[in-house]
């Protein structure tokens, strides 16, 4: 099972970057994908996650309004981010996790991830 992430890339502050991850190997039907980020000396932080199989989104408030996250066919899932900052910049890594009574901002509740695609914000 393999998660592929695309579409980072060097963006100046305001630009907008679409990133796209795309499930090989087996379908996350009623699972949950979404978005983490680290940028260099910072710990790894939740940005975004859709579940399937509630049809619910949810985002880290530093995005909200910015951020948008969707998906197709359960092995999809997107992330458009308009009106970047600097503090935006991070390697971004998507994940796929089973439905669970945790928080879905814990990383400890998705079992897969992929190698991540760096997003650069300039000013």
């Known amino acids: 099972v393999q998660l592929q992430a695309s579409g980072g890339g060097l963006v100046q502050a305001g630009g907008y970057l679409r990133l796209s991850c795309a499930a090989s190997g087996r379908t996350f039907s009623g699972y949950r994908m979404g978005w983490f980020r680290q940028a260099p000396g910072k710990t790894r932080e939740f940005v975004a996650a859709?579940?399937?199989?509630?049809?619910?989104t949810y985002y880290t408030d530093s995005v909200k309004s910015r951020f948008t996250v969707s998906g197709n066919n359960a092995n999809t899932v997107y992330l458009q981010m308009n009106s970047l900052k600097l503090d935006d910049s991070a390697v971004y890594y998507c994940v796929a996790g089973p439905p669970s009574t945790l928080s879905t901002y814990e990383g400890r509740t998705y079992n897969y991830w992929g190698q991540g695609t760096q997003v650069t914000v300039s000013s």
């Open positions: 859709l579940s399937w199989s509630t049809g619910r």
